[in-house]
């Protein structure tokens, strides 16, 4: 799910052995809560003014928060650790 969206979406390369549990981990320390949610919708197709009213937020705030969510997941490295390697 969030491999696919990396990579298509924001020409994100994912390293093909991180599975999604660990790369939701990752995403989750990363972002925070309210921009989890808005990945989770953009991801899922849910529908944008529902999501503004359940955060509290309005659409300009939503921009803010998005770009906010392409800068960081530019900025992660998703290659496996190598400590994680086996």
Do not use: P, W
């Amino acid at each position: 799910m969030y491999r696919e969206f990396l990579s298509k979406t924001l020409n994100i390369k994912v390293d093909s052995l991180r599975d999604e549990l660990d790369l939701k981990l990752t995403l989750k320390a990363r972002l925070t809560k309210k921009e989890l949610k808005i990945l989770n919708a953009l991801i899922n197709g849910g529908d944008i003014k529902e999501l503004c009213n359940r955060l509290n937020i309005d659409k300009k705030r939503y921009i803010e928060l998005k770009s906010k969510i392409d800068k960081k997941l530019k900025k992660i490295d998703f290659k496996r650790n190598k400590t994680t390697q086996s």
